[in-house]
């Protein structure tokens, strides 16, 4: 069984900074994609494509965060982070971990996703 955890989050204020991270652990043969997803607090509002980091370091950022958001991870340790600086009261949300991972046993990856931690930016 493989499962994502996530740690960090909380209350920050407007201009603060903030760590997510997310470690994958279980039957895990291979991990491709990681990254981070977020749902604003509201009704209809949709999930929103944070960042996400290949296996080889490669990046990518909606374009709200770029500047200020860094994704990395560590392949040896099946760990991704989201480092979040000068943050916006825009940005609260809860942000969730996502993987593409290949099950020892499996020949296809499939996605997963953490259980979501809280982020609340206050003005």
């Known amino acids: 069984q493989v499962q994502l955890v996530e740690s960090g989050g909380g209350p920050v204020q407007s201009g603060g900074s903030l760590r997510v991270s997310c470690a994958a652990s279980g039957s895990i043969f291979n991990i491709d994609v990681m990254g981070w997803f977020r749902q604003a607090p509201g009704k209809g509002k949709q999930r929103e494509l944070v960042a996400i980091i290949t296996t080889g370091g490669a990046t990518n950022y909606v374009d709200s965060v770029k500047g200020r958001f860094t994704i990395s991870r560590d392949n040896a340790k099946n760990t991704v982070s989201l480092q979040m600086n000068r943050l916006k009261p825009e940005d609260t949300a809860v942000y969730s971990c996502?993987?593409?991972?290949?099950?020892?046993?499996?020949?296809?990856?499939?996605?997963?996703w953490g259980q979501g931690t809280q982020v609340t930016v206050s003005s």
């Open positions: 996502y993987a593409l991972i290949q099950p020892i046993g499996e020949s296809v990856v499939q996605p997963y």
